[in-house]
């Protein structure tokens, strides 16, 4: 087995036991990137190999003089391109930011400097983080490593097409609607969203203040767990961080107190679902039944209202949070003013892609007087109305399972023109988003060739045990080993 492949947690277990070295460990990783990032383009900027190399030169002096490492200490990772870092350019997958150096380092990024990661650089993205495909990068699309054909999902899908391309042990992304769980689905690994206010937003640039979240895209659920106990914290910097005791996510992993009991909501097996997709989510949840679960359907009854909630809340969210860039301060600015008012119009014009001007567009316009009471009033009462569904079903449940996405991944530029089809992508993990629940996607079987993703939605701060319940359902379902090969364009035979 070639190291690049181990687990992070793996990964770290052999560093500590001096069988491999930190240098070892990078020196995979870029290796494989050098293999198949051409055939995955999940990077954007990939950091200066003797740059990373030095740094694990300097973790391995530290374990050579008996120091203790933490627990990720030395593994080579990835931050999504929206995440501030001092040292290399954020461009949110724009023109707009092209080339932009922010001044400062986002929190999550100090937290896994203090940890003694190893950033290896900055992940595609569709702009703005505005997307379900990456299709939407100003840049270029990333491929899902299971299809070259076929979309790793958005807006995170470089992040989650590394880890599954074994590009990198971990990556984080950012998820408003669903943009960590629904790559993650689409590529096979595992994408979590933690509770609102429990990882900082601060240094993550702003798509909808009020719905982003960054969450992890790892190899398997420890992984996860060992993430989210380095990045979950109070900061404040950011006044939505939740003041609470730190928990550690990773130890007792294997335990859980009691059996538990699940909501099936039947709202979300219905239209518009794939059948293979359904089959194997069910198969996932009749698995549930070997750890003692007890499996109830329910009625989730304002679920089909979460979507248009959300594209009213996000989009006139995101209006107001792009109004900063106008080719004043910085960031691209055109060349073809000729005076104030050309300046920003045309700005913004040349620098921001369709996607992000149509859901700005659309949010200036629910704002706009006369229309602000009819849309955006309307949909933060619906986003009321689907946290007391949640609450309501918390009552007698410990947690809710639906299918992540209601499709496998799809070809290149199938729905690209389509963006309600699009937007349907998203339809079971907004309500997460609106409530600002921890939600976990975790692979359950394949369609087709391609990854199948299953969704746990828990109650708020409650991530200690959705991770518990998680993980053993993961270690029934016996899929996380399986890995796409990549190693020329076409489908990856998993028979």
């Known amino acids: 087995m070639e190291l690049y492949e181990l687990t992070a947690c793996q990964a770290a277990n052999a560093l500590a036991k001096k069988e491999v070295t930190a240098c070892d460990l990078t020196e995979s990783i870029y290796k494989r ?76 990024t100090e937290k896994l400097q203090e940890a003694g990661t190893i950033l290896v650089g900055k992940s595609n993205m569709d702009e703005f983080a505005m997307g379900s495909s990456t299709e939407n990068s100003s840049f270029y699309p990333t491929l899902n490593p299971w299809n070259q054909h076929y979309v790793p999902g958005g807006s995170s899908g470089g992040s989650a097409a590394l880890v599954a391309a ?77 003041p609470r005791e730190k928990e550690n996510y990773s130890r007792d992993l294997e335990k859980s107190s009691s059996s538990f009991r699940v909501g099936i909501p039947r709202e979300c097996f219905g239209q518009g679902v794939e059948e293979d997709v359904k089959k194997a989510v069910k198969r996932g949840i009749e698995k549930c039944q070997q750890i003692g679960t007890v499996i109830e359907e329910i009625s989730f009854p304002h ?43 045309k700005t913004r014009e040349e620098g921001f892609g369709p996607e992000v001007k149509r859901r700005v567009m659309l949010g200036t316009y629910a704002l706009s007087s006369g229309y602000y009471d009819a849309y955006y009033l309307k949909a933060l009462k619906v986003r009321t109305i689907i946290r007391k569904d949640f609450e309501k079903i918390f009552e007698d449940h410990d947690f809710v399972i639906m299918p992540t996405s209601p499709t496998v991944a799809f070809a290149m530029g199938e729905k690209v023109d389509d963006p309600l089809t699009m937007y349907l992508n998203d339809i079971f993990t907004v309500p997460a988003n609106l409530a600002g629940l921890p939600a976990i996607s975790i692979p359950c079987g394949f369609s087709r060739g391609l990854p199948v993703g299953l969704q746990v939605v828990g109650r708020p701060f409650d991530e200690k045990r959705l991770l518990q319940f998680s993980y053993k359902l993961e270690s029934l379902l016996q899929v996380k080993d399986i890995k796409p090969d990549i190693a020329e364009v076409g489908q990856t035979d998993i028979s």
């Open 166 to 242: 074994r590009e990198t042990f971990f990556a984080l992304g950012s998820d408003t609607g669903g943009s960590v769980r629904q790559p993650a689905s689409l590529c096979g690994v595992v994408g979590f969203k933690p509770t609102y206010g429990l990882v900082s937003r601060y240094g993550l640039i702003a798509f909808a203040s009020s719905l982003d979240q960054i969450g992890t895209l790892t190899r398997d659920v420890r992984d996860c767990a060992m993430v989210l106990d380095i990045i979950a914290g109070h900061d404040s910097r950011d006044s939505t961080s939740v």
């Open 303 to 345: 679920n089909e209202h979460a979507l248009p909630a959300y594209y009213l809340v996000a989009t006139a969210e995101s209006s107001s949070n792009l109004a900063r860039y106008d080719g004043i301060q910085y960031g691209f600015r055109s060349k073809k003013a000729e005076n104030l008012h050309d300046l920003y119009r």
């Open 33 to 108: 990137i050098a293999a198949v990032e051409d055939k995955i383009k999940g990077f954007i900027t990939v950091r200066e190999k003797q740059e990373a190399l030095s740094e694990a030169v300097q973790v391995q002096d530290s374990l050579e003089k008996g120091d203790k490492l933490a627990s990720l200490r030395g593994i080579p990772m990835t931050l999504k391109d929206n995440i501030c870092t001092l040292n290399l350019p954020t461009t949110c997958g724009s023109k707009m930011l092209q080339g932009y150096y922010p001044p400062y380092d986002a929190h999550v």
